[in-house]
Nanobody
């Protein structure tokens, strides 16, 4: 059974940075695509970024492109989300997810919703 443990969230001021980690286990395949989603209070889940761990190809949501960077360490089975120049509206619970496919694909934000999810880590951007 796929399991994710997210960590690295916290309180940060606008313009600050955080690095989230997503430690994965239980995969039946050597390489899968892993995505980051977030959910702000009173809003639906938003796809933030996705990485295909087999080749490192990436996707970013429009609201984070240029500020967030996703990466992976296959040996540690961990995916990272480096978040820079944080805005107040980045406040949300951030989750890892996968639908056990190898590549993210252009529809990952839809397909991953029915896959495996972690418990999330809270990111609060506040002055």
């Amino acid at each position: 059974q796929v399991q994710f443990v997210e960590s690295g969230g916290g309180l940060v001021q606008p313009g600050g940075s955080l690095r989230l980690s997503c430690a994965a286990s239980g995969f039946t395949k050597d390489y899968v695509a892993i995505g980051w989603f977030r959910q702000a209070p009173g809003k639906g889940r938003e796809g933030v970024s996705c990485i295909s761990t087999i080749d490192g190809s990436t996707y970013y949501g429009n609201s984070v492109r240029g500020r967030f960077t996703i990466s992976r360490d296959n040996a540690k089975k961990t995916v990272y989300l480096q978040m820079s120049n944080l805005f107040l509206e980045d406040t949300a619970v951030y989750y890892c997810a996968t639908d056990d496919t190898v590549q993210c694909g252009s529809s990952w934000t839809i397909l991953f919703r029915s896959g495996s999810w972690g418990q999330g880590t809270q990111v609060t951007v506040s002055s």
